[in-house]
T-cell receptor, first 110, second 118 residues
């Protein structure tokens, strides 16, 4: 079983729509969770950390469900510029290593 | 977050040769990380590089194949040795969110080096 699993998508949504997707992780001892965004042929960039209480940053909302071992990302009022691959990232062992999911591709169309 | 640069940005190399990738950070950091992103796949940690000590390699990666230098707190190199087409990948360095990050802190990535081995 992979350490971090994501639905690869693609999620094709119209501008203004809401899109949400999940990521599951295998190790219940995982301590830190992040969503990164990666544009084509670019490096990953931190979108947001995911806290136990959930957190929101503008149009983006992240949730953590420790009991079911998944995190989610919801994008409201999608913009064309939101088109990217979203990487779920988990710190599995409480050390410095980050484990990446394979990414969920989102395409927002006009 | 720190500004990270990498050289070269891309290269095409012949099998059997070696390539050294440089990573420069605009501030001092205790830890630097090297990742690989193979075509169509996500990132995999190769090793963690601390200044003044040997790099720590992840399972599946060895020093003979990926020697790493960390001469000071702002610079590191990764060498891909005796390359084969399977080494074609993007290689990225990263640093933590502070000079001395804690376990589980976020990381910030350099722009990557796109390597093609023919």
């Amino acid at each position: 079983r992979k350490e971090v699993e994501q639905d690869p998508g693609p999620f094709n949504v119209p501008e203004g729509a809401t899109v949400a997707f999940n990521c599951t992780y295998s190790n219940s001892a995982s301590q830190s969770f992040f969503w990164y965004r990666q544009d084509c042929r670019k490096e990953p960039k931190l979108l947001m950390s995911v806290y136990s209480s959930g957190n929101e940053d503008g149009r983006f909302t992240a949730q953590l469900n420790r009991a079911s071992q998944y995190i989610s990302l919801l994008i409201r009022d999608s913009k064309l510029s939101d088109s990217a691959t979203y990487l779920c990232v988990v710190n599995l062992m409480g050390d410095y290593k980050l484990s990446f999911g394979a990414g969920t591709t989102v395409t927002v169309r006009a | 977050s720190a500004v990270i640069s990498q050289k070269p940005s891309r290269d095409i190399c012949q099998r059997g040769t070696s390539l050294t990738i440089q990573c420069q950070v605009d501030s001092q950091v205790t830890m630097m990380f090297w990742y690989r992103q193979q075509p169509g796949q996500s990132l995999t940690l190769i090793a963690t590089a601390n200044q003044g000590s040997e790099a720590t390699y992840e399972s599946g990666f060895v020093i003979d194949k990926f020697p790493i230098s960390r001469p000071n707190l702002t610079f590191s190199t990764l060498t891909v040795s005796n390359m084969s087409p399977e080494d074609s990948s993007i290689y990225l360095c990263s640093v933590g969110g502070s000079r001395d990050p804690g376990p589980g802190d976020e990381q910030y990535f350099g722009p990557g080096t796109r390597l093609t081995v023919t």
